[in-house]
């Protein structure tokens, strides 16, 4: 019998519902207990690095046979220079437990230390450092900041992100109940934000293998099946099925790699999943037509790029922290690992939670267009100012045989000053054209379309083009034209229903756009006036396809087309009034002339004598 993979998720129903719920709770207490509990573990943990600083080391990891250090005072440089394995105090092996750790470390500062090493090749010495509470202070002497304000920017930007998860998790579960994409997501964000350590110090590794695992394979599932709980294209179920299997494989490679091809693999095998993925979610993107399915896609796909990319920063920073020259720098280095991380933590979730609460799907595109734009004028100007600063420097050092310094920097600094505006206008109006098309031809297409048309076509053909491009280029529901009190043509609901909404609205007398959010028929009133002409009639708008209000860049394009749609039906009206008229007095002249012709005809008729 072959076996059939199911197209999609089933809908939470029943006792799989009430599963769902009691996990969910159990998950969420034990993450909320996690994140209480992170601040005693915080303040434990900077006892114990605290211990091994006045000791002039620091702790960078941890071997199975004691922490690894690697020398911080500059006594203890002198002692050693690579990274080795901390194993005795003053002849006392050190305890595993970070309790024991602190203690065996800890001491009144001046005493002479005994410190027992193993180096990587396997080698042991002894070396003599002296405790002093003043190392730290030394090396954050000058740099703005001190360890402790260090240590705690960096748990609480941590602690943000994970925060964030923690709230897009239980709003999931409150607002999606059976929804069965944000039930997985939900899920997985509450499993993703416990930490059992946190809880238990003696927790085995295979549960938090298991957690982990468990959390990134409901993740992929959900991603595979977003939005709406099908899995399109049809390959994309074969993968949901083998992602808790590849997440386990490679959760305990990573837990328990004992070989360089181990150490390998269980990247390859997080690569391979989140690889396909990403291809199952563009396919399923380009497959989509437009409406608020493909918006959902194209917010979760921005947040998890802008994720993505601020999480790469953070492996940058990691790497310059790792090459810092002095403690000062590394800080720095390290903050900005924590914020980049904690802001690519953000992004995620909240890519996913608009997405799935179905929240201002169609603020997507003036999003992404204002943080392209901004992203890459930083990167611009960021390349202007190193690029002008070692050009000026070289200049220096050829014609003047000197190094510039701090001048090079400044001219460099001016020459990017100089640039932003030129920049920003250029790359803002690059990110329009490529994000916010539909905005671009509202605001350039329609005034000329209405301006060759006013010519030539009638009100009711100017009505459909204005109604065509307005529902287009700011998706709206549903839309009216009235002009002179009238109702010339409507898009997406019916004339009685316009004239039921027209009996208790009563239109705005200020000028401006007439924004009514709560008005579930037409909470945008677009006021057609022009100079010279008045207030010739409205453009009446309904809400976006997702139920929200129209954005800032919106408003303003309907404002800007205002004057010149007022103006084209303003010309059509008058022009209908004259060639009405003209018609009338040709018709009439027409009538005279007939009459006139009727009676000369009578006059000139022969009479019956004169014919004898």
């Known amino acids: 019998m072959r076996l059939r993979l199911p197209d999609a998720l089933p809908l939470l129903s029943g006792w799989g519902a009430v599963a769902y719920r ?14 209480a509990f992170s601040y005693r573990a915080e303040v434990a943990d900077q006892r114990n690095a605290r211990a091994f600083y006045d000791l002039g080391l620091s702790q ?45 470390l800890s ?61 897009t998790s239980l709003l999931l579960f409150l607002r999606r109940p059976r929804d069965p994409v944000a039930a997985l997501i939900a899920m997985s964000a509450a499993l993703g934000d416990i930490n059992f350590y946190f809880l238990w110090s003696a927790t085995p590794v295979f549960a938090d293998v298991l957690r982990t695992s468990l959390a990134n394979a409901l993740l992929c599932i959900g991603l595979l099946a977003f939005p709406d709980g099908r899995f399109r294209p049809r390959w994309s179920r074969s993968v949901a099925i083998l992602t808790l299997p590849a997440f386990l494989a490679g959760a305990w490679l990573g837990a328990f790699s004992v070989s360089q091809f181990s150490a390998l693999l269980w990247p390859a095998l997080y690569g391979a999943i989140l690889v396909a993925v990403i291809a199952a979610i563009l396919v399923r993107y380009r497959a989509t037509p437009p409406g608020p399915t493909r918006q959902q896609i194209k ?96 200049m220096g050092e050829e014609y003047f045989g000197e190094s510039l310094g701090a001048l090079a920097g400044g001219i460099g600094a001016a020459f990017a000053a100089v640039m932003i505006v030129p920049l920003h206008h250029r790359i803002e109006h690059w990110a329009e ?3 916010q098309k539909n905005l671009i031809h509202l605001r350039h297409d329609l005034p000329l379309l209405v301006g060759d048309l006013r010519e030539t076509a009638g009100l009711d053909r100017i009505a459909a083009a204005v109604l065509d491009g307005v529902t287009h ?37 200020h000028d401006g756009l007439d924004c009514a959010r709560a008005d579930p028929v037409f909470p945008m009133r677009v006021p057609l006036a022009a100079d010279g002409h008045g207030r010739v009639g409205w453009l009446l708008l309904g809400p976006r396809p997702d139920g929200s209000f129209y954005g800032k860049d919106e408003r303003e394009s309907l ?54």
Request: glycine share 10%; aromatic share 8%; hydrophobic share 50%.
């Open 22 to 35: 009691v996990l969910w709770c159990a998950a969420a207490v034990l993450a909320a207990a996690s994140m």
């Open 60 to 104: 960078i990891g941890r071997s199975s046979a004691g922490p690894l250090v690697q020398p911080f005072s500059p006594r203890a440089k002198r002692l050693f220079n690579d990274r080795e394995t901390l194993l005795a105090v003053d002849g006392r092996a050190l305890p595993a437990d970070m309790e024991g750790r602190t203690r065996t």
């Open 107 to 167: 001491g009144p500062d001046g005493v002479p230390v005994s410190v027992g090493l193993m180096r990587a090749d396997g080698s042991q010495h002894r070396i003599t450092l002296t405790r002093s509470g003043s190392y730290l202070a030394e090396a954050y002497a000058g740099t703005g900041i001190t360890w402790a304000a260090r240590r705690w920017i960096n748990f609480g930007l941590l602690t943000l992100g994970n925060l964030f998860w923690l709230i």
């Open 299 to 394: 917010i979760a796909i921005f947040g998890f790029v802008v994720g993505l990319l601020l999480l790469l920063a953070a492996l940058v920073c990691v790497t310059m922290e790792s090459g810092a020259a002095n403690e000062g720098v590394r800080a720095w280095w390290i903050l900005g690992e924590a914020l980049v991380f904690g802001l690519g933590n953000i992004a995620m979730s909240g890519g996913l939670l608009f997405s799935l609460l179905r929240y201002r799907l169609y603020d997507a595109d003036a999003t992404i267009s204002r943080s392209v734009a901004y992203g890459a004028l930083t990167i611009a100007l960021l390349a202007i100012f190193a690029g002008s600063e070692r050009v000026i420097e070289l």
């Open 433 to 435: 054209k490529r994000f």
């Open 473 to 509: 280029g700011v998706r709206a529901s549903r839309a009216a034209l009235l002009v002179g009190g009238d109702l010339i043509e409507a898009r997406g609901i019916g004339p009685d229903e316009v004239e039921t909404w027209r009996a208790d609205w009563v239109p705005a007398a």
């Open 559 to 612: 404002a800007e087309i205002a004057d010149p749609v007022a103006r084209a039906v303003q010309i059509v009206s008058v022009r209908a009034r004259r060639e009405r008229d003209q018609a009338e007095r040709i018709a009439s002249l027409e009538r005279g002339l007939a009459a006139v012709m009727d009676r000369l005809t009578i006059r000139l008729a022969p009479t019956p004598e004169a014919a004898s």
